[in-house]
């Protein structure tokens, strides 16, 4: 059976920065600086401009992980594209994005699987599992992975959905995973999800119970009201379970792997909230240097904050071959997951 590692990575944040001042002077929404920063360690977050979608974030983070990896797009056996802004209801983005990667085109097509992940901010352990299932079971050789959200389109950007949308941010990070015989690669995975708390973080727009699934107005319009257009989040039951869930699957995973937390070079939590991330350092006793952050620069991008990371690390020469590295996050669902991997 051959190993899966990870042989790209790569990622791209829109240009247009937003801080924490500019939710306030530019979309007058009523809070501060030392609020946000307080609270969740976040700064800045970045937009997209009206009119780019999910899989255009997604497209130029796939083309450096592709890069990276040294292989052509053509050499892709499988898209696997975790998000919970896919630009509409159906079909996912992961069409989206093959088209636009041109796989589609000329004599060469290549008219892969395009697998779309459902798991909010476990989307992409979600997607990674997979990936690495299907490599080790031989049926890919090369799986790309992408995690991307344009969350700026759907934030309530008022006072009312101040406590949500200051914490969220558009970006995307990709990886390939490839088969190889060398001893390295994802080592353990583990996933979980609660479903008895669906609702507590949720963003319900439509109800498919109903007739229509969203209601219309006597010009068949239809109409939605604050509470189903805007996420719903109960942010300190959120808190509690990410912490406590995320510090298990970090636990369990190292047993898989057969392992305890020393022997880990490198820790990689999923961007939600610096003190969740905080309160798990200290409960693993992990030290500062172990640990990479970018929730200040880029907020909650969801499926996209461990691809993104993961790039970033690699690209400034933190995360290096040899290491061992532990990936984890938690989200909506509650759905959660941790990964260990030899890089
Ligand atoms: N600026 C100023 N005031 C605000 C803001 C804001 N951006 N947001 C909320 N407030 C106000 C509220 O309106 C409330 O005011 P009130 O007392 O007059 O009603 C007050 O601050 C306290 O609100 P809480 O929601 O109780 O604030 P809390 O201390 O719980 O902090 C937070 C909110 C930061 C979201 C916290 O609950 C948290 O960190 N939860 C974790 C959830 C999380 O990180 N979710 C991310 C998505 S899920 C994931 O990726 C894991």
Redesign the pocket.
Known sequence: MPNAFISGTGFYVPPRRVTNDD?RTVYG????HE??VK??GIEERRFADEGVGTSDLGLLAAQAAIEKAGIAKTDLDMIIFATLSSEHCFPGSGVYLQEKLGLCDGPNAKFVPALDVRN??SGFLYALGTATSMVKSGACKHVLVVGAEVHSAALDLTARG???????GDGAGAVVVSATEEDRGVRAWKLGADGRFADT?SQRIWDIRKRPFIPQNAEGVGQISPEFMWAY?D??L??KH?VERMVMVLMETCMMHGVTGEAIDMFFF?Q??M??NQFIQQTLGIPEEKIVHNIHRYG?T?AATIPILLAEAEETGRLRRGMKIALCS???GFTWGAAIIDW
């Not at 929404?29 to 501060?32: A, G, Q, S």
């Open positions: 939710l929404i009523d809070t501060t609020w946000i609270r969740t909010q901010c101040r406590g949500v949308a200051s914490l969220f973080l989040m942010g300190k959120v808190f990410a999923h939600a909230n003190r969740i909650n969801t938690f989200g909506s």
